[in-house]
Every structure is written in C-alpha cells, then in structure tokens.
C-alpha cells in the first residue's frame, strides 16, 4: 500500500507563491508518473500537472502553464508543486495522485493513489 502526504499549502495574497510538497511512503511508485489535481468547493476535481518517471516530461492545465512548475525527487520518493502569480481562482484542496504502473502522462484523475489533500487560499 502507498500512502501519499501534501504539505505545504495555506493562505497567500494573489501574486504570491507556495511551493506543496507530496512525500510517498510503501510501496515503490517513485517509477511512474505522479500528478496534481485540485478541488474547488461545489466544483469537480480537475487536472493541475503531471510529471513523467524520471521528470523528464511534464504536461500542465492551460489554467497553470507559465505560472506552476512540477518536479520530483526519486531518492526521496516525493514530488512537489511550485506555484507563482497565484490567484484566487487557484483557491482549492490540492491532492497528490500517483500510479502504480506505467499509464503515460494522464490528465484524468485515474491515477491509483491519492493524498488527504492540503488547503491552498489565495486572497485578493
């Protein structure tokens, strides 16, 4: 079993920045894409960013591109969530997912592992 812990989030003023953190624990997943999908209240969970294997590839929502950037460390098995220019729209639980076999880069929240989720609020 795999067990996946955000960190990281809180309250920020618009433009600034936080950077989420998501450590793995149990079995092995620091070989397969792991991603970042947020919830707002009274929406759908939707698609922030994912991040190949190795982090050689990277897909973002339109929403995020040019302001949020996704890396990972394998030695530490964990993947983090840069996020700049923030704003209010970006309010929501952000969740860490990650997969347990190779799927490719999904954007869809099909992935096989989840996190509680941490808070990010973005005043205006």
């Known amino acids: 079993q795999v067990q996946l812990v955000e960190s990281g989030g809180g309250l920020v003023q618009a433009g600034g920045s936080l950077r989420l953190s998501c450590a793995a624990s149990?079995?092995?997943?620091?070989?397969?894409?792991k991603g970042w999908f947020r919830q707002a209240p009274g929406k759908e969970r939707e698609f922030v960013a994912t991040?190949?294997?190795?982090?050689?590839?990277?897909v973002y929502a339109d929403s995020v591109k040019g302001r949020f950037t996704i890396s990972r460390d394998n030695a530490k098995n964990e993947v983090y969530l840069e996020m700049n220019s923030l704003k209010p729209e970006d309010t929501a639980v952000y969740y860490c997912?990650?997969?347990?076999?190779?799927?490719?880069?999904?954007?869809?929240?099909?992935?096989?592992?989840w996190g509680q989720g941490t808070q990010v609020t973005v005043s205006s």
């Open positions: 997912a990650a997969d347990s076999q190779d799927k490719g880069l999904l954007s869809t929240p099909t992935y096989d592992y």
């Open positions: 149990g079995r092995a997943v620091d070989i397969y894409a």
């Open positions: 991040i190949s294997g190795n982090g050689g590839a990277a």
